[in-house]
């Protein structure tokens, strides 16, 4: 029926297609056909959502309601003890982000928190109700806001301070108005909870394991249990899978002890088709087999099969265990409302039947990669999870205590159950460890994760923002598998296709698009009836055998089956239409799944989706005067959603929607209309200018470099006190610009400079991407960069005897005074002082004595103290500049003192620069500008790049952005490079730029006549010559290069130190080594492994082989184990050779020496 | 003397600008080159003594345009060069910063400062110039802007007191400073009527917000670009050498359309003939070589594009310390000097 109902409609439309066409004639020369520019909707979406929406969203969504539901579902504390005793909690919210000191409630803002270290975090407040006293007298008492615990804030959500502020309310905050929040400061330390891969929870997945044999699995999860189910195929019989039992147990038995006694009737409800009662009837005659009848068998069969609980409860004795299993874990999802096993039946019925097709057509399978089957765990998800799991345990605690109290016999004052509950500290701790730490040990969820925070990257402002879209995956990335790295085109406008990072992680760490929406959970109840209004058959009504009747489909609703629909497409476009009237959530998607012939509403939370434009019949419902009315400021994004002109579409309903590219493109069966094609890429990827004509990995391996660029970070860069960070002294904002660059901010907080770029062979220090660069452009500013670093911090401690470090003033004359030099007079380094190596940063001095008797601080002695100053230990000849001084308050009310350290460098030789499409380079040599090539006009270029780069990485993108912004200089506006924006005008045309070119005298393909600055001839080649936005990279040879002499050993093996940090040496590792054997230069050899690394003289003893010792009393060698000196001679060894020697000895192991020739 | 062939007389004088690429971009050096016909191709200083011309274009305060004809490319290119890198000139090379609360770091700024132009400096290795920078900006009064006029002359050298930590020196005699004048530079007579000044008032140097302050010291110093690019008296200088489109065939109606439109800079003219119309070369030193006139079929075999080899025409921008002609001059001195 339903089917029929499609095809009337589709006849419907094409008669009336045949009737309009002369009518269509004139629509396409229409006004509405052609283009309507769509762009304005993006910046008024990211001003509605922000770009990182997904997470305040979800985290917001906890906040409201998820916070509530679960102070909801555990709302009482009972005592064992005294049951007339309790507490219970009748509301729960979040206050507003503040701070307790000493009983003093101050309002806290981020960056306070950020440069005092101190946890941005908000009271938990509850409203209880609760008994007190004991004995006689019970009086039931009530508080309000009462704080259980601290919350950490995600900034920028509906609990945060910077919530509505506008750009000047934000500067006073100290907050900058580009930061897109979303994170936590804990600590001071600005941590992500990234976003989290997942295979959908509560459906069925039906594919193959390793053996080749056909699983059904549910993974599934309610509020009470979290289980996974799985039914195998395996030698032509059905088995269940399930932790609780030690084996696998034939499907028939579990259908049995669910009281399906009737073999009839499960094969009824697997359908009609023969092919379908055949692959079961070898399961049903195991079970005849083992003689399992009735359900009574099957469950004590089960009973014998099941696993021993680890603690044994008392409900389960009643029931049986295995009735329990049955009821509890398998299938969690589906629920049994008084022992009625029905519907669990109908699930293993539609799980068989979904796995029978896909044995008899191996297309029925699903796609573990397909995002539609992913769902994306936010932090407001992961957060739930923590406090609930905090939460709980906080309930058992308190109602330990109270039976604890209420067991005493004597009790002085009357017992306040709230007193316990203030004294918690859990929830504010729990949460702030696992957020700092990044390990969610959950024992009551079954979760151990690791890493899932990190440390906000604030290298770039672009890296920052890359961070916040970073999708982190399910599997371990050692997996040698492709699938899951493979490009998926469900990915389409939901994740980022180039923005993924190279080596291992590669194509399994993500990143959202620009559009993307991760919805919240949203509740099922009004849904499910409204399902049924719609005409939604219930199941309980129906009998097995209608389950699967051709001429219907089955309506699932989050996993769960809810009926049956005669007319699925029916109900499917009326339940759009209800959603596109607001009337349901617009993140409720609907998919009508032709194959598995059923209708999947979806309302879960963490499902990808992003918005496009309606259309009817290929015309866009959104129309000029729709984008006139934006642009003027009267209708909003949201207008747009409850006007019906816009829907969020998830990856599953969009199987069921036809989008065009474009309207031009669109056709009468064309059901939507993306709103920018540029959206399918990410943040970063959004920065390069015609990506669309670079080759794929160069835009992936852009995306990798921009979040190294320097330049600037925030508005706020030079307020705060990052452990490192790099900026630019003059960045600029690109000259070939992109709508996402606008759209995220990047013209306003820059990472690179323009350079005039001439692409010649020049001088040969420009091989392998080596680049020159002209010397007179590095001294007026080009690729200058100032490095900040932090010095750790230097507490002024307390001490429990009451002594106290001081901070002395500093010596001005006499011997040490010269390291004193940069002190101020409070013996703290002063701000814009030039700092040399060793010189002191902090004139400190440490109490020698910190414990025992009392004393106090004033009446010390000079002697009690010694000195424990802080010196500058850089690089010798580097002079460095004390950018900032910050003395703040610590946890623990200590002064501390934080230096932030300057460096300005200008570009030397081996600092990394790129371009914006993947191709870095290094710079090669560093050339007079008189010696570089000069054009007609006499433009002289910043940098030269070999035409080498070219050909391999075609990166035709980089051609066309430095065309592109030499018509942009020349004719003094932006041009724009968005990806694919050529059609829609986003993208500036070859053909018009190469115009624009010869209007203003240039060759329309951007090659100029140049002369050679050496020789003063023209060069015998035009030369293509203009501007490119130039990075520079974090990469620097400052940082890196690294030489020694002699320097630090090893304690252990006396051997040199390793790494840079330490002063390490050069290792001849096991390679070298093996060249050196085989080439035969053994004195080589010998001087590199032994003289200059460890050389010892040692006391062999001939006789016995041992290690003697050299008696200075004696002036001779002496062998300890043979008591005398005659038969001793000297060598020389390395020192982690004896040490060996000496190890194995201590194992009762005796290596001897034996010496061939010896004196 | 005999002539060369054309074809080869033109390898010899003039670059080819081909659609492709230019062609005989070098110039022929050696004597001999033409020997077997007979032709000499030595250098030959009366033969340079009379070809030879300097003619003024154009000469404004900062900057001129003009043709040195005769002249082989390397020789021209010596004088770019030179102008470029070796012609001295005053920078603010030193900077003692005495109090700076501006978000602007030291370094940034005194980096800006040495790209501040001065005018009238005399280049002289024996003198320091000194500048004082002391602008505040109150509290509760809007932000200010420094520009390069806040930069003031201290013709009797530095006003800092130099810190001395043993406070032994009597207070009678003139507190130590960081210069010593023998006499007031205001008093040298190439300063009398022309103070020392940034060349243009209004380079930003920095910000101010409310509260904040700069003071300091600069000291400026002779030096040249090979060292930093600030101690370049030339924006830049540069030549190209004089264009020359020939027509090689009469390019008649609309073909002769075509061409003046094709060109972005209006080099072609059309002339009348009466019964026609024929395109003309009407300023062919216009040139910007984009090569609009040989694009596309066939026009390459109509126009050709050259550039006369010994012909520069020379741009030279000052920065302002020195008039572009001097700079010139300086610049022919100091070639002279290196010969010798």
């Known amino acids: ?1159 | 003397m005999g002539q060369l062939p054309p074809h080869l007389e033109l390898q010899r004088s003039r670059v080819s600008c081909n659609k492709d690429a230019p062609i005989h971009t070098e110039s022929i050096q050696y004597s001999g080159a033409y020997a077997s016909m007979g032709i000499d191709n030595s250098s030959r200083l009366d033969r340079f003594s009379n070809n030879f011309r300097v003619e003024v274009v154009r000469l404004n305060e900062d900057d001129m345009e003009f043709d040195m004809i005769g002249i082989d490319a390397a020789i021209a290119n010596s004088f770019r060069r030179i102008l470029i890198a070796e012609l001295p000139k005053m920078a603010i090379e030193k900077v003692l910063i005495a109090n700076n609360t501006s978000i602007i770091q030291d370094e940034v700024l005194a980096h800006r400062l040495g790209l501040v132009p001065i005018q009238n400096d005399q280049p002289n290795e024996k003198n320091t110039i000194v500048f004082k920078l002391h602008v505040q900006c109150k509290r509760g009064s809007p932000r200010i802007t420094v520009k390069s006029d806040a930069l003031k002359w201290l013709p009797n050298g530095s006003e800092l007191v130099k810190e001395t930590r043993n406070a032994t020196s009597d207070s009678s005699s003139k507190p130590e400073t960081y210069t010593y004048f023998c006499c007031s530079q205001e008093t040298i007579p190439e300063f009398v009527k022309n103070p020392i000044i940034p060349k243009y008032p209004d380079i930003i140097i920095a910000k101010l917000g409310p509260g904040q302050e700069i003071e300091l010291e600069a000291y400026a110093v002779k030096g040249i670009r090979k060292t930093h690019a600030k101690w370049s008296p030339v924006a830049t200088a540069w030549y190209r050498m004089l264009p020359e489109v020939v027509l090689l065939e009469d390019i008649e109606d609309d073909l002769a359309e075509e061409l003046k439109s094709k060109c972005p800079v209006n080099l072609f003219d059309i002339e009348d003939l009466g019964k026609g119309r024929r395109a003309t070369v009407a300023r062919p030193r216009a040139c910007t070589l984009c090569r609009e006139c040989i694009r596309g079929d066939d026009w390459e075999k109509r126009v050709a594009l050259h550039r006369v080899k010994d012909h520069f025409i020379f741009t030279i921008e000052s920065t302002g310390a020195l008039p572009p002609e001097v700079l010139f001059t300086e610049a022919v001195k100091i070639l002279e000097d290196t010969n010798a």
């Open chain 1, 1 to 1159: 029926m339903g089917l029929k109902q499609e095809d009337i409609l589709n006849k419907n439309s094409k008669n009336l297609n045949v009737s309009e066409i002369p009518v269509d004639k004139q629509k396409l020369a229409a006004p509405i056909k052609s283009a309507v520019d769509k762009f304005q909707l993006l910046p008024e979406f990211l001003k509605v959502r922000g770009l990182v929406k997904q997470h305040l969203d979800s985290f917001n969504y906890f906040v409201n309601t998820g916070i509530k539901k679960i102070v909801r579902a555990n709302d009482r504390i009972v005592s064992d003890i005294d049951p007339s005793i309790y507490l219970r909690f009748k509301d729960v919210r979040i206050g507003e982000p503040s701070m307790t000191v000493d009983g003093i409630t101050e309002k806290i803002n981020p960056h306070a928190c950020r440069l005092s270290e101190m946890t941005y975090a908000a009271p938990i407040l509850v409203n209880i109700e609760y008994i007190q006293g004991s004995h006689g007298q019970k009086t039931r008492l009530e508080k309000n806001d009462l704080v259980i615990g601290r919350m950490p804030i995600m900034l920028r959500s509906c609990c945060c301070v910077l919530q509505g502020k506008d750009e000047a309310e934000l500067a006073r905050l100290g907050e900058c108005p580009l930061d897109p929040g979303g994170y936590f400061v804990i600590k001071g330390t600005e941590k992500v909870i990234l976003i989290q891969e997942q295979l959908s929870k509560n459906r069925i997945i039906i594919d193959a394991d390793k053996k080749g044999n056909i699983n059904a699995s549910v993974t599934s999860s309610s509020e009470a249990t979290k289980s996974k189910t799985v039914i195998q195929m395996e030698k032509e019989k059905i088995y269940l899978l399930l932790n609780q039992f030690v084996k696998k147990i034939p499907i028939m038995v579990v259908m049995k002890a669910m009281g399906m006694e009737s073999d009839q009737e499960v094969v009824q409800m697997l359908g009609r088709d023969p092919r379908f009662s055949a692959l079961l009837l070898p399961s049903i005659e195991e079970c005849a087999g083992i003689g399992i009848y009735t359900k009574e068998q099957a469950l004590a069969y089960l009973d014998t099969k099941a696993k021993r609980p680890l603690y044994a409860s008392s409900a389960s004795d009643q029931d049986g265990r295995a009735f329990c299993i049955l009821r509890d874990v398998f299938i969690a999802n589906v629920p049994v409302r008084c022992n009625n096993f029905r519907p669990k039946c109908l699930y293993v019925a539609v799980m068989l039947r979904r796995m029978m097709e896909a044995i008899l057509n191996k297309d029925a399978m699903d796609d573990k990669d397909y995002v539609g089957n992913k769902r994306l765990e936010l932090s407001g998800q992961l957060i739930s999870l923590l406090f609930e799991d905090l939460f709980k345990t906080t309930l058992a605690q308190v109602k330990k205590s109270i039976d604890s109290v209420l067991s005493k016999t004597s009790r002085s004052s009357a017992l306040d159950p709230s007193q316990f509950l203030r004294r918690m500290e859990f929830i504010t701790t729990g949460l702030e460890r696992t957020l700092s730490t990044g390990n969610f040990d959950i024992q009551r969820f079954r979760m151990h994760r690791k890493g899932m925070t990190q440390v906000l990257a604030r290298l770039s402002f672009i890296g920052t923002l890359g961070f916040m879209t970073k999708v982190s995956p399910q599997f371990e990335k050692s997996r040698k598998v492709s699938g899951p790295r493979a490009l998926q085109p469900s990915q389409w406008g939901m994740l980022c296709p180039c923005d993924t990072p190279e080596g291992e992680a590669c194509g399994l760490v993500k990143n959202l698009a620009l559009m993307t929406h991760v919805t919240t959970d949203e509740d099922e109840g009004p849904l499910v009836s409204l399902c049924y209004c719609l005409g939604v058959e219930d199941l309980e009504l129906l009998s097995g055998e209608e389950l699967h009747t051709p001429n219907s489909f089955l309506v699932m609703l989050n996993g769960l089956i809810l009926g049956k629909h005669r007319r699925p497409q029916h109900f499917a476009n009326a339940l759009r239409k209800l959603r596109r009237a607001g009337k349901v959530g617009e993140f409720v998607s609907v998919f009508v799944n032709e194959k598995q012939r059923c209708v999947y509403i979806a309302s879960d939370g963490g499902r990808v989706c992003r918005p496009l434009v309606i259309a009817d019949k290929g015309i866009s419902r959104i129309k000029e005067h729709h984008m006139k009315e934006l642009l003027d400021g009267v209708r909003t994004f949201d207008d747009f959603l409850s006007d019906g002109l816009i829907e969020y579409l998830d990856v599953n309903e969009e199987n069921n929607a036809l989008i065009a590219l474009y309207e031009g493109e669109a056709t009468p069966e064309t059901t939507h209309i993306e709103i920018e094609p540029f959206t399918i890429l990410g943040v970063i990827a959004g920065l390069i200018p015609y990506p669309h004509h670079n080759q794929s990995p160069r835009n992936t391996y852009q995306c990798a470099m921009g979040k190294q660029a320097m330049g600037n970070i925030a508005y706020n860069q030079l307020c705060r006190m990052d452990t490192l960070l790099y900026l630019l002294v003059y960045p600029q904002r690109p000259l070939l610009t992109t709508r996402t660059i606008e759209l995220v901010g990047y013209d306003k907080l820059g990472a690179g400079q323009n350079a005039t770029v001439a692409v010649i062979s020049y001088s040969g220090y420009d091989i392998e991407d080596a680049i020159v660069m002209n010397k007179s452009s590095l001294d007026r500013g080009f690729g200058r960069c100032i490095v900040m670093k932090n010095r750790s911090s230097n507490v002024i401690q307390k001490y429990e005897n009451g002594a106290t470090d001081r901070i002395l003033r500093p010596q001005r004359t006499g011997p040490g005074s010269e390291k004193m030099l940069i002190l101020d007079d409070d013996g703290i380094a002063s701000p814009g002082e030039i700092i040399r190596p060793n010189d002191i940063l902090l004139n400190k001095e440490v109490p020698i004595h910190t414990r025992g008797t009392r004393v106090s601080s004033d009446s010390l002695p000079d002697s009690a103290y010694k000195p424990v100053r802080q010196s500058y230990k850089g690089p010798e000849g580097e002079s460095c500049v004390m950018d900032r001084v910050s003395l703040s308050t610590d946890r623990n009310g200590n002064l501390s003192i934080k230096f932030l350290i300057r460096h300005t460098r200008r570009p030397e030789l081996g600092d990394k620069f790129s371009s914006r499409h993947g191709q870095k380079g290094v710079c090669g040599i560093i050339i007079q500008q008189e010696d570089f090539p000069f054009s007609e006009r006499g433009i002289c270029p910043d940098l030269i790049m070999n035409p080498h780069g070219f050909p391999s990485r075609m990166t035709v993108g980089k051609m066309i952005e430095l065309l592109g912004g030499k018509a942009g200089v020349s004719c003094g506006r932006f041009h724009y490079g968005s990806a694919f924006g050529e059609p829609s005008g986003h993208a500036d045309k070859v053909e018009t730029i190469s115009e624009t070119l010869v209007k203003h005298g240039f060759c329309y393909n951007g090659k100029d006549f140049i002369y050679s600055g050496i020789t003063g001839c023209p060069l015998q080649a035009y030369i293509f010559m203009g501007p490119i936005y130039y990075q520079k990279l974090k990469h620097m040879v400052l940082d890196k290069m690294h030489a020694r002499g002699n320097g630090p050993r090893v304690m252990l093996t006396r051997q040199p130190t390793e790494g840079r940090a330490r002063k390490g040496g050069l290792r001849v590792g096991e390679m070298e080594r093996d060249c050196l054997i085989a080439y035969g230069a053994s004195m080589l050899i010998f001087e590199r492994l032994m003289v200059s690394s460890d050389p010892f003289e040692v006391q062999v003893c001939r006789k016995c082989g041992l290690l003697g010792y050299y008696s200075h009393k004696l002036k001779t060698g002496i062998c300890s184990s043979c008591k005398n000196g005659d038969d001793v001679s000297t060598m020389q060894l390395p020192y982690a050779c004896k040490l060996l020697i000496q190890e194995l000895q201590s194992m009762n192991i005796v290596p001897r020496l034996k010496l061939a020739e010896a004196n």
